[in-house]
T-cell receptor
Framework: AQTVTQSQPEMSVQEAETVTLSCTYD???????LFWYKQPPSRQMILVIR??????QNATENRFSVNFQKAAKSFSLKISDSQLGDAAMYFC?????????????FGKGTTLSVSS | NAGVMQNPRHLVRRRGQEARLRCSPM?????VYWYRQLPEEGLKFMVY????????ESGMPKERFSAEFPKEGPSILRIQQVVRGDSAAYFC????????????FGSGTRLTVV
């Protein structure tokens, strides 16, 4: 069975600085998808970034980028130029490529605080 | 184009009562997933449904919990005879028939059992 591990329960960063959130996963599959979701206090789950395992190029979305190391099964999220609005809980998630409707497997999350 | 709609946003039930949580997927999405989030935890998969079919219920507790996604109307997660341990946030997500996109989540229903 696949597992997702986020080893940092809490992280903090100052405005305008860069922070990296760690995520590792365990799978025997070669094709899969990885995601980072943001959950602010409103509780809404917001998709931040997505990575297909078959792509070597790391995904980027504006200030958000990932460092995907397939051999090491590592998928970290880098937030550049941090803003107060980035404060939230961040979840790393895995999805198998086997079926179109396969459920997501989540890590326990990292709470990110941003100070001015 | 409305997103995934969940209601109610908050639900309070006494022990032993029934809780019904509703989820309307995004337009064009035919796959619905229910997840449960306990305090300080990530989301745990419960059940995956398509219209009139339960595809995967491996994450559902064996008793008291059931889910449906009828031909017409929203998907329903039903919890009978609720206990304090059922208190959690319940999220619904939907996805299109095919595709590698991340799922779209609703805002969740916070169930409190008193």
């Amino acid at each position: 069975a696949q597992t997702v591990t986020q080893s940092q329960p809490e992280m903090s960063v100052q405005e305008a600085e860069t922070v990296t959130l760690s995520c590792t996963y365990d799978t025997s599959e070669s094709d899969y998808y990885l995601f980072w979701y943001k959950q602010p206090p409103s509780r809404q789950m917001i998709l931040v970034i997505r990575q297909e395992a078959y792509k070597q190029q790391n995904a980027t979305e504006n200030r958000f980028s990932v460092n995907f190391q397939k051999a090491a099964k590592s998928f970290s999220l880098k937030i550049s130029d941090s803003q107060l609005g980035d404060a939230a809980m961040y979840f790393c998630a895995y999805r198998s490529e086997d079926q179109a409707g396969t459920a997501l497997i989540f890590g326990k999350g990292t709470t990110l605080s941003v100070s001015s | 184009n409305a997103g995934v709609m969940q209601n109610p946003r908050h639900l309070v039930r006494r022990r032993g009562q029934e809780a019904r949580l509703r989820c309307s997927p995004m337009k064009g999405h035919s796959h619905v997933y229910w997840y449960r989030q306990l305090p300080e935890e990530g989301l745990k998969f419960m059940v995956y449904l398509q219209k009139e079919n339960i595809i995967d219920e491996s994450g559902m507790p064996k008793e008291r919990f059931s889910a449906e996604f009828p031909k017409e109307g929203p998907s329903i997660l039903r919890i009978q005879q609720v206990v304090r341990g059922d208190s959690a946030a319940y999220f619904c997500a939907s996805s299109p028939l095919v595709g590698a996109g991340g799922y779209t989540f609703g805002s969740g229903t916070r169930l409190t059992v008193v």
